[in-house]
Nanobody, 121 residues
Framework: QVQLMESGGGLVQPGDSLKLSCTASGSIFSIGAMGWYRQAPGKQRELVAAISRGGSTDYADSVKGRFTISRDNAKNMVCLQMNNLKPEDTAVYYC???????????????WGQGTQVTVSS
């Protein structure tokens, strides 16, 4: 079964740091773009950061300079380092990736189950 598994969420105080990790597993022959999205209560899911297979990155304006996305292609992993966290960063964070699977012989979009990040004093 192909899946994305996230870890690293939690409750932190404003100004703290947190690192999210996401690993793809299953019958995968290649991984395209990977990214992190978030959804706060009552709001639409939004892109936080994305990274191409070659390492090109893109960030939401609200997190530029505070968050860093990275990936390890050998480990099928993408990470999000979040520094100087603010209460408005509170949301469920979802991993997203284009996974090429042996079953379909094509790339499809996959989502993780989500991990809660709460920033509160």
């Amino acid at each position: 079964q192909v899946q994305l598994m996230e870890s690293g969420g939690g409750l932190v105080q404003p100004g703290d740091s947190l690192k999210l990790s996401c690993t793809a597993s299953g019958s995968i022959f290649s991984i395209g773009a990977m990214g992190w999205y978030r959804q706060a209560p009552g709001k639409q899911r939004e892109l936080v950061a994305a990274i191409s297979r070659g390492g090109s990155t893109d960030y939401a304006d609200s997190v530029k300079g505070r968050f860093t996305i990275s990936r390890d292609n050998a480990k099928n992993m993408v990470c999000l380092q979040m520094n100087n966290l603010k209460p408005e960063d509170t949301a469920v964070y979802y991993c997203n990736a284009a996974l090429g699977t042996y079953g379909t012989r094509w790339f499809n979009n996959y989502w993780g189950q989500g991990t809660q990040v709460t920033v509160s004093s």
